[in-house]
């Protein structure tokens, strides 16, 4: 969803180039994790994606959780949306909704379009990116690892470790924690604790 | 959890990845790609665009603004400059309009509810897939049981297309809209009834000798224009006067404040002129030349001596004849309030027409200082649905020959009733446009009585109200910042100043987001799915703008050039027509059995151990409807309840104590207040604000701050003439939590 | 030049528009006021009920004792007239009171937010953002500019504009003519008390006795502040220390730029 203005770092060379565009890879896959399930079939393969990544990081746990939850699932994308509805856009009776906006949490406005967005918006810009379709605040999750996606694919890695620095890692610990009190579902659990993994800081 | 691999560790060894990212080469790439950015905020003014064409709706005033906005974002809203209304100024919720479209809690999809009515599991759905719902299940309900199957609850300007299509084209007479039937119908149509005009809040308080307000808190009731011309008066030196049990905000300001009992105001009113009748005390001329039914009206009102009324108001003899020889001695220049959310003890046609009365007695209308309606700008063309032949059909109050002076549309009680029932005919689906039922209707069980018996209930909104959890289908409104549907006209409030019209078109200020829409979108595609496609009047929301301004050779372009607001020479205001007539006795209402001259109809007193529970508003919030907005709630985050000192004492609260409120049903408030202790409230009431208690969970920042009024008015009271409903009659006594 | 604010309490409807269009310029997070609103009665006064009301604002005072606590290192700045063009040199703090105009500001970057200033002003006038702590602050003091930077483009401070009674008269308080010096003329006064004459050019006009009696007895403070400078001094020592340290770190370690300013915790500053 976000578009680069500026030419794709496409040199072919490297191991470390082709390690960071499959880097790239995994940002794109919790991007997509975390947009609203609309198409059954790319969900489907996305939540097998997502059951790949964690079989190879070893996580055996989550796994299981997953693999339970592949299992149990009557029909995608439904579990998904409602879940997704309740946790991220509308949830009436529960512990309310946990909106993916990083104002939210980052400003004690608590507002969309906060200064934060603003921020992230201009952080974006200033990369020579601008976001495809204004319907969403630039600082929607899925649009952080869009951008963090195609920094790590064009190999600008100090720039996608000031963006978590200075923009994502501030507001994320809290969401997630927020998230974990509010769902117990493992495909947004799981998510969650990956992006944790890939935008913390290396020790 | 299997954390102990660190993410380079992962890289460097996992199949699918591969190494790690070499900090030493990001070390290495250190040119900052980022300016950085300011830590204090520049200023509104700073790098913004002024978007002109804004038309507040955080009330229904409805003043004309301009947005600051940097880069899509909006900062802050302002009064127009251009503006002969608000002028530069706005209420604090006029400014708080940011807070309120930012506000995460809103509504941003379309929802569709997969768990239980009140009880919603909510799922996010295409347009298409909502629509289609709608339509069809719409399509059934009429297909059915007919067009009044169908209710509607609207409010505000987005409802009025829907509104229109569902009460003409479909052709329910369902149709009941809060403004008219809990708060000011009422009002206009005891004055239609009295003086053939509908008053609106068209006082003359800028010019006017003596401003006269029953139980209006100006300055809590904040309406920008409306609060500068109250303003105006008291500075050209107009003597005030204030009938309230509390000391409200106008109360403080006022020469004379009458504390009077709650629910006597009529019986005031009528002594006051039957003393300017005996006295002669009143504009002889102008009753001869307009009054109809005089002689009856002065023979009737004998009975109200100062005396009677001293003792049912519980107001000195001397205070009220202070305040009718005030009035007399200034007279016409006299400014009689018709109130505004006037529906309080299910009598009140009577005390409205009283009020119009004693206009029409002090010959203040069409005169500095009286009623004078403003000539505003004539030739918008009003775009409609077009009307079925069978639209109407099935009118409840027709059916039933009650409330013959009712305002459009149908009691929301007789409604409310035929649902629970069935009977006359089943009631099976809902349309909530902009309302929140839950806090305008009293009698909150019988409302969630009459969702629940439906087929299908759709709500369109920009906040998840508490209504909104009845909903099986729940749209994403635009909100008036993102939306061309309104045109607000007018003229200069001061009509002492030079003679002006304007026009001033609401036009967006910010995109919509989200997958938010107008209700002109919404309503046409709904329309289409229903059968009703050939009939859609206009295609979209700038469809509508231009049509209507076509009338007056506008167009939104040219309405933008001139700073969004087109202005023009208007005329003097004052003066009556020859044939003005005033009707102290109105056969009209004899016809119809009501009492045909104005009556005082007593309302049942307090029982022991209880306290009458009046409520109204804050200036920093209209109703529920803005109780979420972050900023406001922060000004103001409970509703304290009044109570008298002495009765404070009686019942040993102290100022700051968390109670909750029980009524004479035995209704609890769900959630507490604290007190506040104060000599300014009678001994018999007390008060709160209105709007706050807030239910859904969604509602983040007001759910459960404050106590719901609304909930406690169980006992419901119906106008007879108007068929509005009653809310100030209803009583609680405080008990202390913790 | 010495700007001040007058509020006429008799035109005040108590509506607030003033808090909300502040927050709306300056962006001011939702738990934070640069003014307030007090609601004050109805109560009981030797002149009758009053129900009036608190609109309250920095004072922007003759002697600011906001001023003097500030343990940040002085610098010298040079400061002009916006009228005449002319300069002054000065030493000072992060915070100081502006020789041309009189009002009272802040530098935000120099501020460290060691909370001294704000806890020696009587009036509770400034407050500490902590949302802007960084590596080398706990936050940034802040309060009321009289929107400076707004006067100086010609605008109106926000908060008078947006007011609809027109009960706030801003203006120069050294010129006869000016409107708000009419009001003290008339009788408008500061929020003061016997202990508490520090020379605030936010003053009040009412003319119904029972009203005024209200807002002094409420409102005006009863006693100065105590603050510890010793603490504030040790706070600016310690961040100056943290500061040294970090830029040692810094060196290596790319992005930390952005890093610093924005990032590390809301909570250190709480």
Not at chain 2, 225 to 240: N, P, Q, T, W
Not at chain 2, 658 to 682: A, F, Y
Not at chain 3, 24 to 32: G, K, R
Not at chain 3, 119 to 127: N, T
Request: with cysteine; glycine share 8%.
């Amino acid at each position: 969803m976000l578009q680069a203005n500026s030419a794709v770092y496409t040199s072919p060379g490297t191991d470390a180039q082709k390690e960071a565009a499959k880097l790239a890879d995994i940002y794109t896959l919790l991007a997509q994790l975390m947009r609203y399930p609309e198409d059954t079939a790319n969900v489907a393969l996305l939540v097998q994606a997502q059951l790949e990544l964690v079989l190879a990081l070893g996580w055996h746990e989550e796994a299981e959780m997953l693999r339970c939850w592949h299992a149990q699932c009557q029909g995608l994308p439904g579990d998904l949306r409602i879940e997704y509805t309740q946790l991220f856009i509308t949830a009436a009776t529960r512990c309310s909704t946990v909106p993916p906006y990083a104002s939210v949490h980052a400003d004690s406005e608590a507002l969309l379009q906060g200064r934060t967005t603003e921020r992230i918006h201009d952080f974006y810009r200033s990369c020579g990116y601008e976001l495809a379709s204004v319907a969403e605040p630039a600082d929607h999750i899925w649009l952080q690892l869009d951008f963090l996606a195609a920094l790590v694919h064009e190999g600008r890695h100090t720039e996608g470790e000031q963006f978590l620095a200075s923009f994502f890692r501030p507001w994320f610990a809290t969401f997630k924690e927020k998230c974990f009190q509010a769902t117990a579902h493992p495909v947004y659990r799981v998510t969650l604790t990956l992006i944790d993994f890939f935008t913390k800081e290396e020790q | 959890m299997a954390m102990n691999l660190t993410r380079r560790n992962f890289l460097k060894t996992a199949s699918i990845a591969a190494a790690s990212v070499p900090l030493s080469k990001v070390a290495a790439r250190a040119e900052s790609g980022v300016v950085k950015t300011p830590q204090v905020a520049p200023g509104s003014f700073k790098n913004t665009k002024t978007v002109v064409g804004g038309v507040c709706e955080m009330c229904f005033w409805r003043c004309q603004l301009v947005g600051k906005v940097r880069d899509g974002r909006l900062l802050k809203l302002e009064g127009n400059p251009k503006s002969i209304d608000n002028g530069v100024s706005l209420c604090a919720r006029g400014n708080g309009g940011v807070a309120m479209l930012y506000d995460p809690d809103r509504l941003k999809y379309p929802l569709k509810n997969v768990g239980k009515r009140g009880e919603p599991k909510w799922e996010r759905i295409s347009w298409d897939e909502a629509l289609d719902i709608c339509g069809k299940k719409l399509k059934e309900i009429v297909d059915k049981h007919g067009a009044k199957s169908l209710a509607i609850f609207p409010h505000g300007s987005t409802a009025r297309y829907p509104m229109d299509f569902f009460e003409r084209t479909v052709g329910t007479p369902n149709v009941s809209e809060p403004s008219f039937f809990q708060c000011r119908g009422v009002r206009d149509m005891a004055y239609i009834t009295t003086l053939e005009i509908a008053p609106d809040e068209d006082v003359d308080m800028a010019n006017a000798k003596v401003i006269f307000l029953v139980g209006s808190h100006l300055g809590e009731n904040i309406h920008v224009s409306h609060i500068k011309g109250y303003l105006k008066g008291l500075e050209r030196g107009a003597k005030l006067v204030v009938l309230d049990p509390r000391f409200s905000a106008a109360a403080s300001k006022a020469h004379i404040w009458v504390p009077i009992r709650p629910g006597t105001d009529t019986a005031m009113l009528l002594a006051i002129m039957n003393y300017l009748i005996e006295n002669e005390k009143y504009a002889v001329d102008f009753v001869e030349e307009h009054g109809e039914g005089f002689d009856e009206f002065a023979e009737g009102i004998k009975e109200w001596t100062l005396e009677r009324a001293a003792a049912e108001c519980d107001v000195p003899v001397a205070q009220i004849k202070q305040v009718a020889d005030l009035l007399a001695e200034n007279m016409p220049n006299v400014a009689i309030h018709p109130g505004r959310h006037v529906t309080w003890y299910g009598n009140d046609f009577q005390r409205e027409r009283a009020l119009a009365c004693l206009t029409g007695l002090l010959g203040a209308v069409g005169v500095q200082g009286g009623l004078v309606k403003p000539k505003g700008p004539k030739g918008l063309k009003r775009i409609n649905w077009p009307k079925a032949e069978t639209a109407g059909e099935g009118d409840l109050r027709r059916m039933q020959d009650v409330h013959h002076f009712h305002p459009p549309g149908c009691p929301t009680e007789l409604i409310r009733e035929a649902a629970i029932s069935g009977d006359p005919y089943p009631i099976k689906g809902c349309v909530i446009w902009g309302q929140n039922m839950i806090q305008t209707i009293p009698g909150q069980d019988r409302t969630i009585k009459m969702l629940e018996q439906m087929d299908f209930v759709l709500c369109t909104d920009i906040m998840p109200t508490d209504i909104t959890m009845y909903a099986d289908i729940l749209l994403p409104d635009c909100s008036y910042l993102e939306k061309y549907d309104f045109i607000k006209t007018g003229t200069q409030w001061d009509f002492s100043d030079e003679h002006q019209q304007y026009i001033a078109p609401r036009m967006a200020l910010v995109e919509p987001g989200f997958e938010r829409k107008d209700s002109i979108w919404i309503v046409n595609e709904i329309a289409k799915r229903m059968g009703y496609g050939d009939k859609i009047p206009v295609v979209s929301q700038e469809e509508m703008m231009a049509q209507s301004l076509e009338g007056v050779g506008l167009t939104l372009d040219k309405i933008r050039e001139e700073g969004g607001i087109h202005i023009q020479p208007g005329e003097d205001p004052y003066g009556n027509n020859e044939d003005l007539l005033v009707y102290f006795f109105s056969e009209e209402m004899d016809d119809y059995d009501y009492p045909a001259i104005p009556t005082y109809i007593p309302v049942e007193p307090p029982p022991a151990g209880y306290m009458r529970l009046l409520y109204g508003r804050t200036p920093l919030h209209t109703f529920n409807r803005s109780i979420n907005n972050p900023w406001l709630i922060h000004e103001a985050p409970i509703n304290p309840v009044w109570v008298n000192d002495k009765v404070a004492v009686r019942l040993g609260l102290k100022h700051g104590d968390t109670v909750r409120l029980v009524n004479q049903d035995g209704v609890e408030s769900r959630t507490t207040t604290t007190v506040k202790v104060t000599p300014g409230i009678r001994e018999d009431a007390v008060y709160l604000y209105h709007g706050y208690g807030t239910r859904n969970k969604e509602m983040t920042f007001s759910v459960d701050k404050g106590v719901d009024d609304t909930s406690l008015i169980t006992k419901i009271a119906i106008d007879p003439e108007s068929g509005a409903h009653g809310m100030r009659n209803n009583f609680v006594k405080l008990v202390k939590v913790g | 030049m010495r700007y001040g604010m007058v509020i006429d309490i008799d035109r005040c409807v108590g509506c607030h528009a003033c808090v909300i269009s502040c927050k709306a310029e300056w962006e001011v997070p939702t738990q934070y006021d640069r003014n307030w609103v007090h609601r004050l009665g109805p109560a009981q006064t030797s002149h009758g009920l009053s129900y009036t009301y608190y609109p309250g604002l920095c004072n922007h005072c003759e002697t600011p004792p906001c001023v003097p606590v500030c343990p940040v290192e002085k610098v010298r700045m040079t400061m002009q007239d916006a009228k005449t063009g002319e300069t002054k040199t000065l030493e000072v703090a992060a915070t100081w009171k502006d020789p041309f105009n009189g009002t009272v500001q802040i530098d935000y970057e120099r501020c460290i937010g060691c909370g001294a200033c704000r806890d020696a002003c009587p009036y509770h006038a400034r407050y500490i953002n902590t949302e802007l702590a960084d590596d080398n602050c706990l936050g940034k003091a802040d309060k009321c500019t009289y929107c400076m930077p707004r006067v100086a483009e010609g605008l109106e401070p926000a908060c008078v504009q947006t007011c609809l009674a027109r009960a706030r008269i801003f203006g120069d308080l050294d010129d006869p003519q000016s409107e708000a010096s009419q009001y003290v003329e008339k009788g408008a006064v500061g929020l003061t008390s016997p202990a508490v004459q520090i020379g605030p050019n936010g003053l009040y006009y009412g003319s119904k006795k029972a009203d005024m009696e209200l807002l002094m007895k409420s409102s005006a403070p009863k006693e100065m502040p105590q603050v510890s400078t010793r603490r504030a001094a040790l706070e600016a020592m310690r961040l100056a220390a943290k500061k040294q340290m970090n830029e040692v770190g810094v060196l290596g370690l790319a992005g930390a730029l952005i890093a610093k300013t924005f990032s590390s915790g809301r909570e250190e500053g709480k």
